[in-house]
């Protein structure tokens, strides 16, 4: 088991920036690549960000490219998202996941752990 919790998210004016954490316990956090995704009002969940186990190689949604910027800790066993130059779309509870199997990175599919969530919420 790996239990994953975020912190960090909070009320943001448009521009400005944020890092989200999500801190793992449990199994070898080193062992799993990770994720974050995001749902907003009446949206679905979507993919934002990956890390692979070594923090050598990410992948982002197109939306948040050049934006946010995904790493992690293997030693604090943590995950980080940092957020700039924020819009009110990106508005959403932030949720982290871990996999220990690859492919479909963007999708929910090879993840399974998850955290709860943290709110975001970016004022126009």
């Known amino acids: 088991q790996v239990q994953l919790v975020e912190s960090g998210g909070g009320l943001v004016q448009a521009g400005g920036s944020l890092r989200l954490s999500c801190a793992a316990s449990g199994r070898t956090f080193s062992r799993y690549a990770m994720a974050w995704f995001r749902q907003g009002p009446g949206k679905e969940r979507e993919f934002v960000a990956y890390i692979t186990q070594s923090g050598g190689g990410s992948a982002y949604a197109d939306s948040v490219k050049g934006r946010f910027t995904v790493s992690r800790d293997n030693v604090k066993n943590t995950l980080y998202l940092q957020m700039n130059s924020l819009k009110a779309e990106d508005t959403a509870v932030y949720v982290c996941?871990?996999?220990?199997?690859?492919?479909?990175?963007?999708?929910?599919?090879?993840?399974?752990?998850w955290g709860q969530g943290t709110q975001v919420t970016v004022s126009s």
């Open positions: 996941a871990a996999a220990s199997t690859q492919g479909l990175i963007s999708t929910p599919l090879p993840y399974e752990y």
